[in-house]
């Protein structure tokens, strides 16, 4: 019996397990594959790593911005380096008026002619619209107009002259008329007497001393037309024509005034030579100066050649004298003033603080000693002294 029913069991346990094992056994075990899909699904996790690489080009990009950081601080800095040396000179530029002195000309300025147009080579232009009246650039022309009191037998007087700038051509060649350069300046007047010239007003030191030369020679004929010759026969032919020079330090505009410096007159004839010059301490920032030629008697040739005119310094100015209390500062440089304007305000604050420290304002140099003075003995004790800070 048992070992039909062991022989039955083990009969029958054979049939059960291959019906078992192909149907259930292997569809239960085929989902594992999908298991063994969840294990490879934490994979892809593995694989979120690669945005790391993404992340790194942007900590790469960090060292990029540095650089650039780099050349913004190097401008930013420029600027504090060109404040710094702009910053000296503007204290240094009220200094120098702070001495009180007159403005000295350099020393190339002797021998330069202060004139414009001196020579008479620059243009000329028509004065007063008058074809008789042609005036080199930079000059006014002037003449006077009225009786003549040397002469009784002259009705007409002094009338105005006819007036040109002439060049080295001819008929100005035989006798030479221009003395250098290629021109040179006319004014004649015919069968009538003149008295005239030009003027200009020059910019000039005060207190300067000044010399005016030039060079000239007249025409003088009444009873020939030879350009060679003048009539000198009598003493009244000898003295009708003259030239002369003349400044005015006050740098007036009229030739006949008071203030007027003229220097001698002289006689000259036929061939330049140079007119007596003439000197002058200008007593304002401007002189003027005068060219003249006059005559005497209406001859019939009456005609003044004019060149190389002259201005020049012949002594510099002197600086002009401080008031007294001012005297100590005339040799105070720009540092020295610096101190003094700090000397000045330190002698404020010490009449309240009884102290004084120079350096904390950037003077090197320590105030003035403050003057002590005594004050009457006290009543009925000894006498007490006080300092009074100035």
Same mark, same amino acid.
């Given at each position: ?18 019906? %078992? ?19 490879? %699904? ?70 330069? *002619? ?11 232009? $028509?004065? #007063? ?19 003549? %009191?040397?002469?009784? #037998? ?25 003395? #250098? ?32 030369? &030039? ?25 009708? %024509? ?8 006050? &740098? ?34 401007? !002189?003027? !100066? ?10 019939? *040739? ?8 002259? $201005?020049?310094?012949?002594? $510099?100015? $002197? ?42 304002? &950037? ?28």
């Amino acid at each position: 019996m048992l070992a039909a029913l062991l022989t039955g069991c083990a009969g029958g346990q054979p049939t059960a397990p291959p019906t %078992a094992a192909p149907t259930t056994l292997p569809p239960t075990w085929t989902p594992p594959p999908s298991a063994t899909a969840s294990r490879t %699904a934490p994979a892809p996790p593995r694989s979120t790593p690669t945005p790391f690489p993404t992340v790194g080009p942007t900590r790469q990009q960090r060292p990029t911005t540095a650089p650039t950081l780099t050349p913004t601080e190097t401008p930013s800095n420029t600027p504090t380096a060109s404040l710094t040396p702009t910053a000296p000179p503007t204290p240094t530029i009220p200094f120098p008026t702070y001495v009180y002195t007159t403005p000295q000309p350099t020393p190339n300025l002797l021998g330069v *002619n202060l004139l414009v147009n001196g020579g008479f080579e620059g243009g000329a232009h $028509l004065q #007063e619209s008058a074809a008789e009246v042609q005036v080199p650039d930079g000059w006014t022309a002037w003449w006077y107009e009225g009786p003549a %009191a040397h002469d009784d #037998e002259n009705d007409v007087g002094y009338a105005r002259p006819e007036m040109k700038v002439i060049r080295a051509e001819h008929p100005f060649l035989d006798p030479p008329r221009v003395f #250098e350069g290629s021109r040179a300046v006319l004014f004649f007047g015919a069968f009538k007497v003149i008295d005239g010239g030009y003027w200009q007003q020059v910019p000039v030191m005060r207190g300067a001393r000044l010399r005016l030369t &030039g060079w000239a020679h007249a025409w003088s004929n009444n009873d020939g037309d030879d350009p060679h010759r003048s009539q000198l026969i009598t003493a009244d032919d000898r003295i009708n %024509a003259s030239v002369q020079l003349g400044v005015d330090p006050t &740098g007036g505009a009229m030739a006949l005034g008071v203030d007027v410096v003229w220097g001698p007159a002289a006689h000259i004839y036929d061939r330049y030579a140079q007119v007596p010059p003439v000197e002058v301490t200008a007593l304002g920032d401007y !002189v003027t !100066v005068f060219v003249r030629g006059r005559t005497l008697w209406p001859f019939r *040739n009456n005609d003044f050649y004019f060149d190389a005119i002259r $201005l020049e310094y012949v002594a $510099l100015p $002197l600086a002009t004298p401080l008031p007294p209390k001012l005297q100590t500062r005339s040799a105070a440089t720009a540092s020295g003033a610096a101190c003094e304007s700090v000397w000045a305000t330190a002698s404020l604050r010490a009449r309240r603080r009884r102290a004084t420290s120079p350096r904390r304002w &950037g003077c090197s140099r320590s105030p003035p000693a403050p003057a002590r003075l005594k004050r009457p003995p006290a009543r009925g004790g000894s006498p007490s002294r006080a300092r009074r800070w100035g």
